[in-house]
């Protein structure tokens, strides 16, 4: 058994994270300051004694004995983020380095979940982990995505300076039950709108592209790599499929057989044109590959929020 700390372990992927790490047999410790995170996503492990809620500001140190660190603290869907940009940078930064420094102090491995944000609006498709992204410093997505990249830069500084076990994931956008159905996110957001029979709000032309992979693919890929040996990462975590908005409504409209209309807003700022992630590196070194395609979990995520929005 191992004590486990997970940070933002009541958001969307942490509360799965945490649940996979108590079947696993460990003793977890879920530190959150709740922003967009819910006891709700949690409240099924608060009467197990070998789990542990804490609410913290990552921004703030931490004094726990722990083996493992998963970093998942910070706002990930983009009007979440941009709500307080200086906090969001700040979350990412001090949070990294307050939590890589109670990794060196109790010679913990620690794992960060990074983005595929670090890529920016990409020049090279599909992107590899060589790709060094591009990526505006002074838009209205760059407190995330450079507050991403810094703390990149301090899990790889701390591995070379202090000798932290350190891990790198970068995510992609990933869905599933649990997300917050107000989050922003496009997957939760077209999903409401179709059970509600409100109309699609479309982005742009609804031409640019992403790659969605189902939370439990994503959760098995994290556990492999924070389990895994001699490797650093970063590593892409994501499913390679990829699709247009315009596609992804299409699909939403037709699974749940809503009546829902699409419309077109402007694009925000910055949007990435298109994503989609080489995982040669992953099935390498983690023989991890998703393995839940787009239709089929789409489908249990219209099944939660039918039953909580109804
Ligand atoms: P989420 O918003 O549901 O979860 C983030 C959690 O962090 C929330 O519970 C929130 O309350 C908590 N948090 C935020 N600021 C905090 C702070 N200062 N101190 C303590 N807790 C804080 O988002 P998610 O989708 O579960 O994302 C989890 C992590 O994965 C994030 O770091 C995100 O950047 C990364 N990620 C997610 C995706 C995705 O598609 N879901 C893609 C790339 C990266
Ligand atoms: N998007 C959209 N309608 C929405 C929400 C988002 O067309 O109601 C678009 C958004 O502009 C982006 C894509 O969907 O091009 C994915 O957006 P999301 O916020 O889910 O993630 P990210 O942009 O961070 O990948």
């Keep these: ?183 922003g996110r496009v997957i939760s957001n077209f999903i409401v709108q179709a059970l509600k029979g409100e109309d699609i709000t479309i982005y742009g032309d609804g031409r640019q592209t992403r790659s969605f992979c189902y939370v439990d693919d994503l959760i098995e890929g994290m556990y492999r790599m924070m389990n895994s040996e001699g490797f650093t990462g970063p590593v892409n975590i994501g499913n390679p499929g990829e699709f247009t908005m315009l596609e992804l409504a299409d699909k939403i409209i037709e699974l749940t057989g809503s009546e829902s209309r699409i419309t077109y807003l402007p694009l925000p700022s910055d949007d990435p044109a298109q994503r989609r992630p080489v995982i040669e590196l992953a099935k390498e070194k983690l023989d991890w590959e998703p393995e839940i395609a787009l239709e089929e979990g789409l489908r249990k995520t219209i099944e939660y929020f039918r039953r909580v929005t109804s």
């Design 1 to 183: 058994m191992k004590r486990i700390l997970v940070t933002g372990g009541a958001g969307f992927l942490g509360s799965h994270l945490c649940d996979k790490l108590i079947q696993k047999g460990n003793e977890v410790i879920c530190v959150d300051n709740l922003f967009t995170g819910k006891k709700e996503n949690i409240r099924h492990l608060l009467s197990n004694p070998y789990f542990e809620f804490i609410r913290h500001d990552v921004t703030e140190p931490l004094y726990v004995e722990v083996d493992q660190i998963y970093n998942l603290a910070c706002p990930a869907s983009p009007p979440h983020y941009q709500y307080n940009p200086i906090k969001t940078a700040k979350t990412s930064v001090y949070g990294a380095m307050n939590m890589l420094g109670l990794a060196k102090r109790v010679n913990a491995r620690i794992l960060q979940a990074s983005t595929s944000e670090v890529y920016g609006d990409p020049e090279i498709h599909p992107q590899p982990e060589g790709y060094k992204g591009c990526v505006n410093p002074i838009g209205i997505r760059s407190c995330y995505d450079e507050g991403k990249r810094m703390a990149e830069t301090l899990f790889l500084d701390y591995h070379r300076q202090n000798h932290v076990d350190i891990k790198v994931i970068r995510i992609f956008n990933t869905y599933g039950p649990r997300m917050d159905p107000n989050d």
